[in-house]
């Protein structure tokens, strides 16, 4: 045998050796991503039920944001409500007010104007009446 052959046989066998090498590691990278497929489904499979949980809390979330929008509407008509009803019993109020101080004021101040008529009248009738005892008084005296 000489050196060519003994080269060729070593190359060979280094090549059949570096053939089966790469089978082993073509092998060991096929086993790693079967293991990530199996870690992504088992991650799929865990995360389907947070998604549906997820969907059914914003269903939920909108029923409930809806139901707050509509008692709100509610809360504001019965605030404006109460609110109109207020400015008519002021507004009322207001008028009933003004028509008793229109009508009881000027009656306040005839029966005032009556109240001191009559008090000058009897001042007005004592002093004719003192006066007229003065003058029957003076007359009986002469």
Sequence with gaps: MNLTEILTVILLISASALCIALIYFIYQIVKSVQSISLNIEEFSF?????IQ???ELSEKLNRIT?????QLQISKSIFTAIR???DKILN???KIHN?????VIPAAKNLHAVGKGVES???SYRNKKA???IEHTLEISK
């Excluded at 809806?66 to 509509?70: A, F, H, I, P």
């Excluded at 028509?99 to 009508?103: E, L, Y």
């Design 46 to 50: 865990k995360l389907n039920p947070l």
């Design 84 to 86: 109109d009803h207020a």
């Design 121 to 123: 009248f009897w001042k």
């Design 131 to 133: 006066f007229s005892s």
């Design 53 to 55: 949980s997820t969907l």
């Design 92 to 94: 009322i109020e207001t």
């Design 66 to 70: 809806n139901e707050v929008e509509s």
């Design 99 to 103: 028509g008793i101080v229109d009508a």
